[in-house]
């Protein structure tokens, strides 16, 4: 099969849009399918042979963060080459109602089109301004995926129609195979996010980090991800920030080894998440989870069986139950078990083959219409009329 994926959001900015087209289109290639992804990229940035670059991304506020975006007349134009190039058997958009080459290729593409929804955002003014221009767009979509039920929410009350929930899939034995790290072992909690994104919580739980380290004072906390580092500690007191070691943007590789090596992994986010991915690889490389109980959290922790949640902003609740896990490892023995077996409904095997399944689905449609349509004619020349 013949499989054009679109990536709305820039291929050099790490986030979980991309890594889920990036493994989805991998799964793909390793079956056999012949698969390109059309991505915004800056010049400069090395690709896989698979991904087409549609030229440099800006940064735009969306469904609060931001996101590095391609629209114009430029954009369109490579769509409309890719497409022709690519002579795709199915098309499989992510986000097509945000502003990028998703919708771009909406207006643009002929034949199977399968979207994925990737957002919750139960209050958008913005998608339901936008819903007159979106529609024309939208009623060319053959199939409707959406990664959890909040975003399958979001779909249905702001735009109309449904979707099947397939969830954002993981290599679990890539975490789970994953050598832990001496260095970052023992009495660790670990984050990994943008530190410069509220929304991702770290504040949060460097409001409770005291708390933590009064009752616990050899605990560490490692923070992989890109921001600013001194201001990321600036609300810690100065003795208290030598606990605080911040990794760096890391690769998967050391990525999988960190949640292999952590005792706890707090995921603090404070709102905009449709599922979480990184709650998913946690679990896989058996690290204990402790997040917010946003909704989509809960729904991927099994509402608290496969890794614990506290209310969400509440740091003094954090704390309270970081430290309470930190003291007992056999709850946290218990999470790992839990979370691993919990964790396989994510992995590729079942996503992939359930996302191909709709693939095939949409394209025996439009192979059906098309020969209906061909016979009609045919008899139509004829000048015979078909019952």
């Known amino acids: 099969m013949r499989i054009g994926i679109v990536c709305p959001y820039s291929w ?21 399918h012949q698969v390109s992804v059309l991505a915004p990229a800056d010049d400069d940035t090395p690709l896989p042979p698979y991904v087409v670059s549609a030229g440099r991304a800006v940064p735009v506020p969306y469904n609060g963060s931001v996101a590095r975006l ?7 134009a490579r769509v409309r080459r890719w497409l022709h190039d690519g002579a795709f058997d199915v098309i499989h958009i992510h986000e097509p109602t945000s502003p990028s080459l998703g919708l771009l290729t909406c207006w643009a593409a002929q034949g199977p089109i399968v979207a994925t929804f990737h957002t919750s955002n139960p209050r958008s003014r913005a998608m339901i301004a936008a819903y007159s221009i979106l529609q024309a767009a939208l009623e060319k979509i053959s199939a409707r995926i959406a990664v959890s039920e909040y975003a399958r929410r979001t779909l249905v009350e702001h735009l109309g129609g449904d979707a099947v929930v397939i969830p954002n899939g993981v290599d679990v034995d890539f975490f789970a195979g994953a050598e832990p790290k001496a260095e970052w072992q023992g009495d660790t909690i670990g984050f990994i996010g943008r530190i410069d994104e509220p929304r991702k919580g770290l504040p949060v739980l460097m409001k409770a980090l005291p708390k933590i380290l009064a009752a616990r004072p050899q605990t560490r906390l490692l923070v992989a991800g890109r921001g600013d580092e001194e201001e990321a500690v600036e609300s810690l007191p100065a003795e208290l920030r030598s606990r605080v070691e911040f990794l760096g943007m890391v690769s998967d590789e050391d990525k999988a080894r960190f949640l ?5 992994y707090v995921a603090p986010n404070t709102g905009g998440e449709s599922f ?6 946690a679990m896989s490389a058996g690290a204990p989870v402790l997040a917010s109980d946003l909704d989509a959290f809960a729904q991927v922790l099994d509402r608290g069986a496969a890794g614990e949640l506290f209310p969400n902003e509440d740091a003094d609740a954090l704390a309270d139950a970081a430290v309470r896990l930190l003291t007992d490892p056999q709850r946290r023995a218990e999470l790992r078990e839990r979370g691993s077996a919990h964790v396989r409904r994510f992995d590729w095997s079942t996503v992939g083959a359930d996302i191909l399944s709709v693939y095939e689905t949409v394209t025996a449609g439009a192979a059906a219409v098309a020969e209906d349509e061909r016979t009609t004619g045919l008899w139509g020349r004829l000048g015979f009329a078909r019952d």
Request: glycine share 12%.
């Open 12 to 32: 050099d900015v790490p986030g979980g849009v991309q890594f889920h087209i990036r493994d989805l289109a991998e799964y793909f290639i390793r079956l056999g």
């Open 70 to 76: 391609n629209f114009g007349f430029l954009s369109a």
């Open 260 to 264: 292999r090596s952590v005792d706890l």
């Open 276 to 281: 979480g991915i990184i709650l998913v690889e």
